[in-house]
Structures are given as C-alpha cells and as structure tokens.
C-alpha cells in the first residue's frame, strides 16, 4: 500500500511538472508575440501600404476597415493617410468628410505632395457631385441635421424675451450673431481669450427674400478681408447640416442650397449645432408670408 501510494503521489507530481511546462510554454509564445507587436509608427506605416493595396485593388470596403484601425492608432498619421481618407469617403457619397480629408492632404502635403493634382481633380468631383444632388436629402451616418422646432414655440419667445424685442425675426438675426461671435474660428485653439477677435468671423442681417452674411478673415498682421454674400430663402431647405472635423479642429455649417462649406467655427459640437438650428429657424421665418 505504501510502494502505491507513492508511486500514486510521484505520477501526479510529474503530471503536474508538465501542465507547469505547457503553461510556461504557452505563457512564452504570448510575450514573444507581444514583443513581436510593432511599434506604433511601424503599425501605421503597414496600414497605409494595407490601405494603397486596397484602394489600388478598389476594395473599399476593406480599405475603409484599415482606416478606422489607423484612425484609432496612437501615432502620427502619415499626410496621405488624409487623401485615402478621402477618397474612401467619397466612394461612398460623404461628400463632407471626403471634402475635409482631402482639404486637409493638400494642406498638409502642398503642391509637392504625390497626389496633390488628384486631391484637386477629387474636391472638383466633390463640388460637381454635390451640385448634382443638391435636391437630394443627405443620407449616411455622417450626416447631422439642425432639428427645427415648430413656429411658435417657447423657445421663440423666450427668445424675444432676452433680446427685448417683439420680432422672432429681429430675435433669430440677434441669437446668430451672438452665438457666430463667439464660435468664431481661430488657428490656435490652446488659448481662446474672447476679448480678441477670432481669425475668421461672421456677420448676419436680412433684407426681403435673402440673408446677407459678410466673412471677416484676419491676417497675422492684423489686416482683416472682408467678402460678403447672400442667400435667397425662396425654394430653399430649412433644414441646415453641420459637422465637426476633430482632424482640423472645425466645425463647419453647411449651404442649405447645394452643401458647401458656409460657416467655418470653432470645434465645439453644440455651438455648431445650436447655429445651423438658428440659421434654419431664420430660413424659415423669412419663407412665411406672415414671418416677421
């Protein structure tokens, strides 16, 4: 009974010994393969040579995969990262997100960039495309649209109330220059001090059927550019779009006419959207032949 029991005991121990083994074996071939784990620069680089192979091959769907795990990699993202970006974006009709990437590439790469004549040709296929479906209502999950409460709404006269006037339309023009004067848009954002007007500003003010806006861009001298335009409301959708570019540190609200960039703001999400809900609320008003 002894002899057994320890040869019972010595069995067990040397079936323990191995499962030990395969443990450590197992254990070791993780820490190699982690090891083994690129670099973040090296990761990005072999997901850019991924994504050229996919967009040469037209697999877009598999391109735009690479993307989004590049998007999220702790590293610096190459400058034609922003032209795939594009190009896999405009592939599948995102117009505004295909836009800003490409803007950002030619930006960043300039005139020596290997594919800045394309990134041209592609924005130009952008604005074609948009005038093309400017009736169209935008689709994809890309897109936000600037909910409009009905007329007449409390929102409305409160309005009224905190701009001491009895007009929703004197009430709406007031609302948006305020809230465009302090959205406006500056190239450094680490210190917004509103005492200093930002590098690009926007002024609004109705007359008839249209809406008069005048763009005040800012030099680094100081000198200030100022380019004005209208927007006839007759025909035209109230239901304004808005997004932000965390890329370019931008919120844009778009031409309600035919999607192109109209505001150019600072990166705050609810600012952008309150501005497009305002803008359309005025749109709106000025439709109505009893607005005022």
Known sequence: MAIGFGFSRLSAWKLKGRQLARVAIIASALLAGQAAALAPEHEARRLMLAIEESVAAEHWGEAGEYLNRLQLLDAEKPV???????????????????????????????????????????????????????????????TRIAVIEPAGDKRSASLRKLYLTDSDREALVLHLNSLLGIAGWRQDQAIVRLDRPADIEYRLSVGGNAISIQEMQRNSSGGVTR??????????????????????????????????????????????????????????NLQAPSGS
Not at 238 to 266: I, K, N
Request: proline share 5%.
């Open 80 to 142: 034609d990262y922003h032209y795939y970006r594009g190009r896999v974006m405009l592939q599948s009709s995102h117009f505004n997100e295909a836009q800003a990437a490409l803007d950002a590439y030619v930006a960043k790469a300039g005139t020596e960039g290997s594919h800045y004549q394309s990134a041209l040709k592609l924005i130009t296929e952008i604005e074609r495309a948009r005038k093309e479906t400017a009736q169209v209502a935008p689709v994809g999950e890309e």
């Open 227 to 284: 380019t004005t335009g209208q927007i006839p409301v007759f025909g035209v959708n109230p239901q304004v779009e808005w997004r932000c570019e965390p890329a370019v540190a931008t919120c844009w609200v778009y031409d309600p006419r035919d999607g192109s960039r109209l505001f150019q703001l600072s990166p705050s999400r609810s600012q952008a959207q309150e501005i497009a809900q305002t803008l359309g609320k005025l749109i709106r």
